[in-house]
């Protein structure tokens, strides 16, 4: 044992031998710090990505459930006859309004359109029989006419032409 460690002391006291050692050893160290620092930056590069694309994933579906909630919406359809739903809703109002003047007007096979004048009316009851009528996919508002009222103009009267296609 004693031989080995003669000859690694004289290997240490040459000027060649310790000059390569340590262009060796900083080589080495050179490439383990090198593949540990770039091994760093893709790792980080890596987890940047897969969030940003977790991110993605979630608009995606937030935009596909807003997308069904709007279809939802659109494809609601009335089943029942125009006549019979324009009546229904002329019962559903409180606050004094009221429907007069109901005329079937006659259409092609696939449509049905009723006339009707709406008297009275507060704004906001307006906005909710509008909404009501637009919130089915084949009922139309064919035209609108509104006027306020002479003797109180915080009330409406509307004239509506409302057609409903069967599919």
Known sequence: MNIYMEKYR??????????RFMTILFAI???????????????EAAL???????????????????LAKVENAQTKS?????????Q?????????????NIKIIN?????EQISFKTENLVYNE???LLKEFESYGNVQVKSLLINKRFDNPKR?????????VEQ
């Open 156 to 164: 409406i009267d509307a004239l509506w032409d409302i057609v409903r």
């Open 126 to 128: 307006f906005v909710k």
């Open 48 to 66: 940047a990505a897969n969030n940003r694309s977790e991110q993605l994933k979630e608009r995606i579906s937030n935009i596909k459930t807003r």
């Open 88 to 100: 229904s809703l002329s019962g559903q109002l409180s606050g004094g309004g009221k429907f007069t």
């Open 107 to 111: 259409t092609t096979l696939r449509q």
């Open 10 to 19: 004289t290997l240490l006291k040459d000027f060649h031998f310790r000059q």
């Open 78 to 86: 009335l089943s029942m006859g125009l006549l019979t739903y324009v």
């Open 29 to 43: 160290l050179a490439a383990f710090f090198i593949f540990y620092g770039t091994f760093a930056l893709f790792e």
